[in-house]
């Protein structure tokens, strides 16, 4: 590319209006310099060397790999996930006719530099500055070629058509459906300190990886895909003893349907109290959103309950349609109830208090019990797991040891059958073979 060229370039970057966060980022800040630097009669040698060693090392540390060359795949994952007026218009589906061909504008610009991959521009620099030739490797890396998810797509499309300005249908389409920011990006949030919180590694358990409790899973199943297709969804509870999959359940769910739009949100039960604050930041959000509460039980004393009920159903205000709670517990009955509750005492309206204890997992409209495993269960966990492994053992070997693990070990459960596949498959791989 000749300086007139790039002078062309900067000046038609310098007029994005909706897609200007989209160059943002200290990497693309970076590449945008090392073009002004190009675009002078006599570049500083030492700066361009200088900004181009750090937009280097910046594309090194971008984690994201849309694209097989760098700077192509942080330009495109930067325009996925940026915030703007389009990407939000598109979620609440308000794109007004001004917005739409701005939009298609803008991304016409953004295509110029797509085009500079990484490569064309190590050439441009050993033209303009022939004392670096040699100097760097044009950052390229397949790695990120050929994964399944709804960004990778849209990412492949982009690379391969010849016009960005007919494509604000196709990021429109995505945003709608899977969020615009970090909605789009990540299906896993922890709500902390008023405020959600990416989690960027989620536990990633499939539907597949479970073994046993099919039946128990299968209503929580049907629910979530009523929730994605609009149709009227429940607030689910899932009880039991602990170890029987009631949490790896709902996270196996959010891994299943996250291509569809489904989005987990991690809330503490001591946090509760922060509900509405949670919920404003989640309502007219383009995806479905699972408000997951672990372990939810409430000793007497506790009151958060009360902010959850209100959610469940009973507040003045309607709540989000794009929101439902999925709980696990250990009790059937959430708040702790004892006997001398039932001593009326001097509470003229003793049974009133009792029942608005006992109301709050009543407005679950899906409740899943999930059975401590008898041993046919558990073996058959066991062996369901052991085979996922790859452990090869004779089935009559296998079920004698899983027995005596289960002997040794405090209470029978699909947790406790993992962790004997687990010291079972150590054991086997560091040769002694026996537990």
């Given at each position: 590319m000749e300086r007139e060229g790039?002078?062309?370039?900067?000046?038609?970057?310098?007029?994005?209006?909706?897609?200007?966060?989209?160059?943002?980022?200290?990497?693309?800040?970076?590449?945008?310099?090392?073009?002004?630097?190009?675009?002078?009669?006599?570049?500083?040698?030492?700066?361009?060397?200088?900004?181009?060693?750090r937009l280097w090392e910046g594309l090194a540390l971008d984690r994201d790999r849309l694209l097989s060359?760098?700077?192509?795949?942080?330009?495109?994952?930067?325009?996925?996930?940026?915030?703007?007026?389009?990407?939000l218009g598109a979620e609440r589906?308000?794109?007004?006719?001004?917005?739409?061909?701005q939009t298609s504008r803008d991304l016409r610009t953004l295509q110029w530099l797509f085009d500079l991959e990484t490569g064309s521009l190590v050439r441009v620099v050993e033209d303009a500055v022939p004392g670096l030739k040699g100097v760097w490797v044009p950052w390229s890396d397949p790695g990120g070629q050929?994964?399944?998810?709804?960004?990778?797509?849209?990412?492949?499309?982009?690379?391969?058509?010849?016009?960005?300005?007919?494509?604000?249908?196709?990021?429109?389409?995505?945003?709608?459906?899977?969020?615009?920011?970090?909605?789009?990006?990540?299906?896993?949030?922890?709500?902390?300190e008023n405020r959600l919180q990416v989690v960027s590694d989620p536990d990633p358990v499939r539907l597949a990886d479970l073994v046993a409790y099919e039946r128990e899973r299968e209503p929580l199943i049907r629910n979530t895909?009523?929730?994605?297709?609009?149709?009227?969804?429940?607030?689910?509870?899932?009880?039991?003893?602990?170890?029987?999959?009631?949490?790896?359940?709902?996270?196996?769910?959010?891994?299943?349907?996250a291509g569809r739009g489904l989005r987990l949100v991690e809330v503490a039960k001591e946090d509760l109290g922060s509900l509405p604050r949670v919920l404003e930041a989640l309502r007219g959000r383009a995806p479905r959103f699972v408000i997951?509460?672990?372990?939810?039980?409430?000793?007497e004393h506790e009151v958060e309950y009360?902010?959850?009920?209100?959610?469940?159903?009973?507040?003045?205000?309607?709540?989000?349609?794009?929101?439902?709670?999925?709980?696990?517990?250990?009790?059937?009955?959430?708040?702790?109830?004892?006997?001398?509750?039932?001593?009326?005492?001097?509470?003229?309206?003793?049974?009133?208090?009792?029942?608005?204890?006992?109301?709050?997992?009543?407005?679950f409209g899906l409740?899943?019990?999930?059975?401590?495993?008898?041993?046919?269960?558990?073996?058959?966990?066991?062996?369901?797991?052991?085979?996922?492994?790859?452990?090869?053992?004779s089935e009559e070997e296998l079920e004698e040891r899983a027995i005596l693990w289960d002997r040794w070990h405090a209470g029978r459960s699909g947790r406790t059958a993992r962790q004997f596949v687990d010291e079972l498959e150590a054991e086997l791989a560091d040769g002694r073979g026996a537990l």
């Open positions: 790039i002078s062309r370039l900067l000046l038609r970057v310098n007029g994005l209006a909706v897609l200007r966060g989209v160059l943002a980022s200290s990497v693309a800040r970076d590449f945008l310099e090392v073009l002004d630097l190009l675009a002078t009669e006599e570049p500083d040698q030492a700066a361009v060397a200088g900004t181009f060693g060359d760098a700077w192509r795949s942080h330009l495109v994952g930067r325009l996925l996930d940026g915030e703007n007026a389009f990407s589906g308000e794109i007004s006719p001004p917005l739409a061909e050929g994964l399944a998810s709804p960004r990778h797509a849209v990412a492949g499309k982009l690379a391969a058509v010849e016009d960005w300005g007919g494509c604000v249908g196709l990021l429109a389409e995505h945003f709608a459906r899977h969020g615009a920011g970090p909605f789009g990006r990540h299906r896993a949030f922890r709500w902390t895909e009523h929730f994605l297709a609009g149709l009227p969804a429940h607030h689910a509870l899932l009880y039991g003893q602990p170890g029987t999959g009631k949490s790896s359940t709902v996270k196996a769910v959010m891994n299943e349907y997951y509460v672990d372990d939810l039980s409430f000793e009360k902010t959850l009920k209100a959610l469940l159903e009973g507040s003045v205000e309607e709540p989000p349609e794009n929101v439902r709670v999925y709980a696990t517990s250990n009790r059937r009955n959430l708040i702790r109830e004892r006997f001398s509750d039932r001593d009326e005492g001097d509470d003229v309206h003793a049974r009133d208090t009792m029942q608005e204890k006992l109301s709050l997992s009543a407005r409740r899943v019990t999930f059975p401590t495993p008898d041993q046919r269960r558990y073996l058959e966990i066991v062996s369901g797991l052991a085979r996922g492994r790859g452990i090869e053992m």
